[in-house]
Each structure stands twice: as structure tokens, then as C-alpha cells.
């Protein structure tokens, strides 16, 4: 079971940018997902989740208005579509996996057990 993100980048305060992450190796539409971030000398951070269906989501407070999280079960691949980015933004972003009845909405870490690799987002002012 493995997940690769995709999509990060170097962008300017304000901008916009979509983070992609494919599933392999697992039935995709039995997992809970969530994106989580970690800046250096942080803590890692959970930005969004989604259950299963794409019908329950949860954000963190500092994404909440700005992000949006949605998948599509036919082509294994979660989304993190990332408004109004700010430099604080700034992090590795992971995706991570766990079966949906262990976990339908999380934004702890501890509750996933399949991670990707990251992919960096950077933001300037």
C-alpha cells in the first residue's frame, strides 16, 4: 500500500495551488484520508480529512475557509485544493490513509497508518 503526492510548488501570497496524491496498493474507497502538513521545527499538523464517500470532511482552523479537500474513488486520488495561500502556509505536505472503520474524520496523526513521501509547498510574500 503506498500514496505519492504531487503537486507542490513555489508560489506567491494569494495564489492558489492543488495538491494531488494517488493510492496504490489498496482499495481506495475504503480509507478515510487526510492531508497534514510539518514546517521545520514544527509539530506535524492536520490541514483536512475525508471519509470515504467524500460526504464528511473536517479542516484545521488555520485552513478553514481557504482549503478544500475532495477525492475521486474512480481515479484513487485525493485532492487539496489550497486558496489564498499566506507564508505560514508553508510546509512539507503529506497524505495519509486509514481503513474507514477504524477512522471516518481525523485530523490526528496517530490515526493514519499509511503515509506518502510529501511534496513542498512554499509560499513568498
Known amino acids: 500500500a503506498a500514496v505519492v503526492e504531487t503537486g507542490g510548488g513555489l508560489v506567491q501570497s494569494g495564489e492558489s495551488l492543488t495538491l494531488s496524491c494517488t493510492a496504490t496498493?489498496?482499495?481506495?474507497?475504503?480509507?478515510?484520508m487526510a492531508w497534514f502538513r510539518q514546517a521545520p521545527g514544527n509539530e506535524r499538523e492536520g490541514v483536512a480529512s475525508?471519509?470515504?464517500?467524500?460526504?464528511?470532511?473536517s479542516y484545521g482552523d488555520s485552513v478553514q475557509g481557504r482549503f478544500s479537500i475532495s477525492r475521486d474513488n474512480g481515479k484513487n486520488t485525493l485532492y487539496l485544493q489550497m486558496g489564498s495561500l499566506k507564508p505560514e502556509d508553508t510546509a512539507m505536505y503529506y497524505c495519509?490513509?486509514?481503513?474507514?472503520?477504524?477512522?471516518?474524520?481525523?485530523?490526528?496523526?496517530?490515526?493514519?497508518?499509511?503515509w506518502g513521501q510529501g511534496t513542498q509547498v512554499t509560499v513568498t510574500s
Open positions: 495519509a490513509a486509514r481503513r474507514h472503520y477504524v477512522v471516518q474524520r481525523s485530523l490526528r496523526a496517530s490515526d493514519y497508518d499509511i
Open positions: 496498493g489498496f482499495t481506495f474507497r475504503d480509507y478515510t
Open positions: 475525508i471519509n470515504w464517500s467524500g460526504d464528511l470532511t
